[in-house]
């Protein structure tokens, strides 16, 4: 048989791909190495298997595929040659990992080398467990590793120290196994043993409380061997610019951190310690600053003296004038937490919060620096370090710092100048200008809670509305791009307007403006194509409140109403016809409902203020108001309903329009609508019922279905029919949710007059849910020449038999009427 050609060496192969130009190039030259590989390794050829496997290592590196020599590895492995034994280690830790079964194959390998005469592969063993050692693997071998901790052999003891790191994690209960061992690795001369049993004891010490508490009473041993490092001469074995091991100084410095916590003895015995590391380590190079860092973290985190502590931030303080911007992230991240922990111990330790308070200016210097990371640090420290005593100052700088700092910190830096401003605002006119900046700079970007926050602060001010409207009138001229802004303006004028007018400001001087000037310029926002749906919405009521505070403007006011009842934006064309149908059928009711907002109470649910939501956004309005009759609100007594209509007397009840609309949660059959007392008196409490708005305020304000999926094989049903009037059922289902059932209510009149003033309502029991949209109309045609139409969505996720209480309110020939009806005979196929 003809013998293949010797192997190219490593070197040859190294060389030959870097003198590849293109990608493509070097992807043809690996191709064909490989390929001479695999046939090197079928051909059984042990002589160049070494040299082989070390080229396809290089071929891992470089990315490309070499899982085909796995068992080419496990073969080197268990060859009696070290430079076997060597690259096949090296290529089972680099291609082989526990995911694999090969892996298993090579425990038997493993266990016969750890107990090899010689220490080099006894240590190539150990390397390869603490690589990649599989659980089952560990347990099988822990004891050899166990006994390899004993050796008097400082080379086998630090590698078989970093294999029983890796066992604990991989099987913690063998934790206690080497806890007899671990003892006596502290009392190695050897920096590598020291190093690599520190390792150790910070692993078991970090995996089980009983091993913390175990070796809390090595601290004075730790404490010595990092003396020993500070005073120790030079040593060229071990010295790092001039530090003697700094590495393991490092990993001694956490272990007694997580040895000091919540520790008061141990934490005790290291402040001495800490102390001189702290003042004696040359901070010239970036090994020495390693230490103290940790040093600081150290100092933090245990229960150190308060001297000490001051120590550690004066530290950090210095870490801040570094040039290098590492240096100076690190030391901001630190003070960031390290502050949060201080600040609650600030009843006991006072001093440290003066001594962070010492480095304030630096740190809000560092709110100027160009690195992104820095100033973002800066920023998150600046806040923390805000209480009541320099509240004016910090937020000064901060202020400054919005207006001119990247889009990406103003949202951030918004809703920590709210925060700070709540909590340690020094006068109710300082909040409310500190806000307004706020708004005025990044109205954009803030949350959403601002706006009501801010109208409930307005509100609550009562001796600041003459001053507040006016620097709200005066933004709002200058600049209408900040949304939020313009809603909080829009709000206050309408609230204030006659505040606004009437020049009585006494913070500061008046300024004269005329009810003309202040509905152009809410007029100007109306037609503004900066002006979001909501936006429009504040601006609309706005001008509706104010017909009631403005006396010779209320012409305008209805021409402006009456124009948007038109209007192409549905929320808009709600509003409108809402506020037109006061004008022209509830006049006298008019002031009632627009009177001022009283003081809101903070809620810990919905923020400061009690705000309606509309259309899933929050947006205060003249519904707001508690004196609003027909405001949804939750509704203690059975005559709640009549207050949605306007009085508690039914004779004189004047209908709005649209009605609102009812979701029931009732006990029993919602007894809404029954036992309403025609006298007016107030009946005792019924069930607690919460009545909200639906999600949309005028669905359903079309004649046209909302919902086009005909259920067929629905029989439609007559509802009622009495006195002329007829009421149909038909129904339909929902496109999105097979458990709402769609009803369209048909109102008919067979009589030879109109009906007018025609209300429907209706209640369901508990276990459903009920939502009334708006009418087509509210006048019933005579003799059948047209239908009023209303669509009324039910919720019925048991599937439950539908039952329906209805109310109608109408009036005829003059007189007004209701009746009430309850609907028991829905066909099954509208439930089921």
């Known amino acids: 048989m003809k013998r293949m050609p010797a192997p190219i060496r490593l070197r040859e192969l190294i060389r030959t791909i870097r003198t590849a130009r293109t990608q493509a190039e070097e992807r043809e030259m690996i191709q064909k190495e490989c390929a001479a590989i695999r046939s090197s390794f079928r051909e059984e050829d042990n002589t160049y298997r070494c040299r ?105 003891r630090k590698k078989a120290a970093l294999s029983a790191v890796h066992v604990i994690r991989k099987v913690p209960e063998l934790m206690e196994m080497f806890l007899p061992a671990t003892k006596n690795l502290l009392n190695e001369k050897n920096h590598g043993v020291l190093h690599t049993s520190v390792v150790l004891l910070t692993e078991m010490c970090e995996r089980s409380p009983d091993m913390l508490a175990h070796f809390r009473k090595l601290v004075p041993q730790l404490v010595r061997i990092l003396k020993n490092l500070i005073m ?72 150190s003296e308060s001297g000490l502590r001051v120590l550690a931030i004066n530290i950090l303080g210095r870490f801040l004038l570094n040039n290098d911007k590492n240096i100076r992230q690190v030391s901001l991240y630190t003070l960031v937490f390290g502050y949060v922990a201080l600040t609650s111990l600030l009843k006991t330790v006072q001093t440290d919060h003066n001594a962070v308070q010492r480095h304030r200016s630096t740190i809000v210097d560092c709110l100027k620096d160009l690195d992104v990371s820095i100033k973002r640090r ?13 509240i004016r100052g910090m937020m000064k700088e901060l202020l400054y710092f919005l207006d001119s700092c990247d889009p990406e910190f103003k949202a951030d830096c918004a809703s920590g100048v709210f925060h700070a401003a709540e909590k340690y605002a020094p006068s109710k006119r300082w909040h409310i200008d500190t806000i307004m900046r706020v708004l005025t700079t990044a109205g954009s970007y803030v949350r959403d809670d601002a706006v009501p926050n801010l109208i409930q602060l307005i509100t609550n001010s009562v001796e600041m509305h003459g ?49 003309d000037e202040v509905l152009d310029v809410l007029e100007g926002i109306l037609v503004s194509n900066l002006s979001s749906t909501v936006t429009r919405g504040y601006s609309l009521t706005a001008i509706m409140k104010l017909s009631t505070r403005f006396a010779s403007t209320v012409n305008r006011i209805k021409k402006v109403v009456l124009v948007y009842g038109s209007s192409i934006d549905v929320e808009l064309q709600q509003r409108a016809v809402e506020y037109n149908a006061l004008f022209k059928k509830y006049d006298h009711m008019r002031p009632a409902l627009l009177e ?25 309005s003249i519904l707001e108001t508690k004196h609003m009759p027909n405001v949804p609100q939750p509704a203690n007594q059975a005559n709640d309903l009549l207050d949605l209509l306007g009085g508690n007397d039914v004779i004189s009840v004047i209908q709005t329009a649209p009605p609102t609309k009812l979701v029931s949660a009732g006990g029993e059959l919602l007894d809404l609508l029954g036992d309403l007392s025609l006298s007016g008196s107030v009946p005792a409490p019924g069930p607690q019922v919460s009545i909200s708005q639906p999600p949309f305020l005028l669905d359903g304000l079309a004649s046209q279905p909302l919902f086009n999926d005909v259920a067929a094989g629905i029989p439609p049903m ?48 508990k276990t459903f849910q009920l939502q009334l949209l708006s009418p087509s109309s509210n006048i019933v045609p005579a003799l059948n020449a047209g239908t009023v139409t209303q669509i009324i969505k039910v919720l019925n996720p048991q599937k439950q038999q539908l039952r329906m209480r209805v109310k109608l309110t109408y009036t005829h020939k003059g007189s007004s009427l209701q009746d009430l009806a309850e609907v028991n005979n829905f066909p099954p196929q509208s439930w089921q």
């Open 378 to 390: 800066a920023m998150e420290l600046s806040f923390a370090l805000v209480n009541g005593n320099n």
């Open 718 to 765: 007559i509802a009622y029919n009495k006195n002329g009037l007829k009421i149909d059922f038909t129904f339909e289902r929902s496109n999105t949710n097979p458990n709402i059932a769609v009803i369209t209510m048909h109102a008919s009149n067979s009589t030879e007059v109109e009906m007018t003033e025609f209300v429907f309502q209706a209640a369901v029991p």
């Open 467 to 515: 001053y507040t409207v006016q620097r709200l009138y005066k933004a709002l001229i200058d600049d209408i791009s900040q949304q939020p802004l313009i809603q909080v303006s829009s709000w206050c004028i309408g609230e204030y307007g006659d505040l606004l007018v009437s020049g009585k400001c006494e913070e500061e001087e008046p300024i004269q403006v005329t009810e």
């Open 232 to 303: 120790s001469g030079y040593s060229p074995e071990h010295d790092v610019s001039g530090i003697s091991d700094p590495f393991l100084q490092v990993r001694i410095l956490r272990l007694l951190r997580i040895l000091g916590r919540n520790d008061d003895d141990s934490s005790e015995a290291m402040n001495d310690i800490l102390a001189q590391v702290a003042t004696n380590t040359e901070t010239s190079k970036n090994v020495g600053n390693a230490i103290l860092y940790e040093t600081v973290l150290t100092i933090m985190d245990i229960k």
């Open 52 to 156: 082989n496997v070390a080229k396809l290592l290089y071929m891992h590196m470089l990315g490309y595929p070499a899982h085909f020599g796995q068992l080419e590895c496990l073969k080197l492995i268990a060859s009696q040659k070290f430079t076997d034994k060597r690259i096949g280690y090296l290529g089972a830790m680099l291609l082989l990992d526990e995911r694999q079964d090969v892996h298993l194959l090579m425990t038997n390998c493993i266990k016969n080398d750890l107990n090899h005469s010689t220490q080099f592969v006894q240590g190539l063993a150990l390397c390869t467990l603490g690589c990649m050692g599989s659980s089952e693997m560990c347990r099988d071998l822990a004891g050899e590793v166990e006994k390899l901790l004993k050796t008097s052999n400082s080379y086998l």
């Open 596 to 620: 001022r907002m009283p003081v809101m109470e903070k809620t810990s649910t919905n923020g400061p203020t009690e705000i309606v939501q509309t259309n899933g956004e929050t947006e205060p």
